[in-house]
């Protein structure tokens, strides 16, 4: 068998992209040309579980690491990122809109990233969130990131990393700030009202994002940040279905496009439900 890549992938936090992210990499559990390690801290960030769960990574000796998670300003995931390059370990690191700001420190530190704008901030506050929105506020953010294109944008990158790891060239670490465009195109909707609804909830997550950031850190009066917080998950539902129905539009004329990996990580291609995927046309 050919060598085995062994990726790592440190979840500090959660946002809408971080928790089915190794089954990207693998979704039927077959693949025999990866193994991936995952550790994570949690619901919190702080300096000490980063620092503690980037130390468990390092001392896995992965072959390129994914650092993934919100706040990558603060100082846990900052402290995670240099152990990571001072250990020589090539990082990608994802997160949402806020860490536009530190672009250029990633570029210096020699860090890839995507940056997703529409993986929206939770609307993270007492008097509204609980156990039981938060899941449904996830559940629909997969929803939306999945349809749109974001999830298979992120797949195709790692896959490119793994397939240059397994053919020993240097690796190449994306830099994108995820648009709307960018999305869309890998997503592979076909139909042209689809892909409008596609973009139009991946606009109203962008929104949904800065509604729910001003109700998190800049409204103070308690009455007014619950009804902003609660704008903000309304628009994640309703650009939830408004993805959903752009998947039923391409279902309907049997036009959904499927990318399974095989196990030797070959990406297999297919677009009508009834057919086996083929190996000869990789095209993403």
């Keep these: 068998m050919a060598s085995v890549v062994k990726i790592g992938i440190i979840k ?8 089915l992210l190794e089954f990207l990499i ?30 468990l990574m390092i001392a896995q000796n992965p072959q390129f690491v994914v ?25 990608l690191v994802i997160s949402d809109g806020p860490a536009r700001k530190l672009i250029k420190d990633f570029e210096t530190a020699g860090v890839g990233y995507l940056v997703i704008d529409a993986d929206a901030m939770i609307g993270a506050r007492r008097e509204f969130l ?17 349809i749109t294109g974001v999830l298979q944008l992120i797949t195709n990158e790692l896959d490119q990393l793994i397939q240059a790891v397994k053919q020993h060239a240097t690796l190449k670490l994306p830099q994108i ?16 009202y689809a892909k409008a609804k596609a973009m139009a909830a991946y606009e109203i997550a962008k929104r949904a994002a800065t509604i729910n950031s001003q109700g998190c850190f800049r409204v103070t009066e308690w009455q007014q940040y619950i009804t902003l917080v609660a704008s903000g998950h309304e628009l994640i539902r309703d650009a939830a279905r408004m993805a959903d129905d752009a998947r039923e539009i391409d279902k309907a004329k049997d036009q959904v496009k499927r990318f399974p990996h095989y196990p030797s990580g070959i990406v297999g291609r297919k677009e009508k439900l009834i057919e086996k995927p083929s190996k000869e046309n990789q095209e993403k």
């Design 67 to 91: 650092l993934i998670g919100p706040a990558q300003q603060a100082p846990g995931p900052k402290r995670a990122r240099k152990l990571l390059v001072d250990a020589g370990l090539p990082t």
């Design 26 to 55: 693998d979704e039927r559990a077959d693949r025999e040309d990866v193994d991936v390690i995952v550790c994570g801290t949690g619901a919190k960030l702080d300096l000490k579980q980063c620092e503690t769960i980037t130390k």
């Design 12 to 19: 500090a936090g959660c946002m809408g992209s971080l928790p």
């Design 177 to 192: 700030l995820v648009t709307k465009e960018q999305a869309l195109e890998a997503s592979s909707l076909t139909n042209p």
């Design 130 to 146: 609980d156990p039981i929105e938060m899941i449904l506020f996830n559940s629909d953010m997969l929803k939306i990131l999945a």
